[in-house]
């Protein structure tokens, strides 16, 4: 079982900055994809960017250049760093993981794929 549990969201004025944070009770000598998602009310759940255990990541396209993925695999912790927000960014977060996964080329897995999430951050951005 991994237990997952977001911080960092916030309230921010477009063109700000937040880093999420996700601490994740995973198996670190495992191969392992952690995620982050999001879905704003009444949408899907969407995928925002991905990283496996040996640090390759993918991500949206409507993220990429401004979103980071990382992992302290020593603190067991996933970060996003955020960067540049609009308020079409504005959803509740999730972070998310599953195991014997790998990234090939830069794909993130799909929701369906995930074994395990947390409870989600909010994340809401003003114009």
């Known amino acids: 079982q991994v237990q997952l549990v977001e911080s960092g969201g916030g309230s921010v004025q477009a063109g700000g900055s937040l880093r999420l944070s996700c601490a994740a009770s995973?198996?670190?000598?495992?191969?392992?994809?952690l995620g982050w998602f999001r879905q704003a009310p009444g949408a899907e759940r969407d995928g925002v960017a991905c990283?496996?255990?040996?640090?390759?990541?993918g991500f949206a396209a409507s993220v990429k250049g401004r979103f980071t993925i990382s992992q302290d695999q020593t603190r067991h912790t996933l970060y996003l760093q955020m960067n540049s927000l609009k308020p079409e960014d504005t959803a509740m977060y999730y972070c998310?993981?599953?195991?014997?996964?790998?990234?090939?080329?830069?794909?993130?897995?799909?929701?369906?794929?995930?074994?395990?999430w947390g409870r989600g951050t909010q994340v809401t951005v003003s114009s």
């Open positions: 998310a993981a599953v195991y014997n996964c790998f990234l090939s080329r830069g794909s993130c897995p799909n929701f369906a794929v995930y074994d395990y």
């Open positions: 995973i198996d670190t000598y495992s191969t392992y994809c």
């Open positions: 990283i496996d255990a040996s640090g390759n990541t």
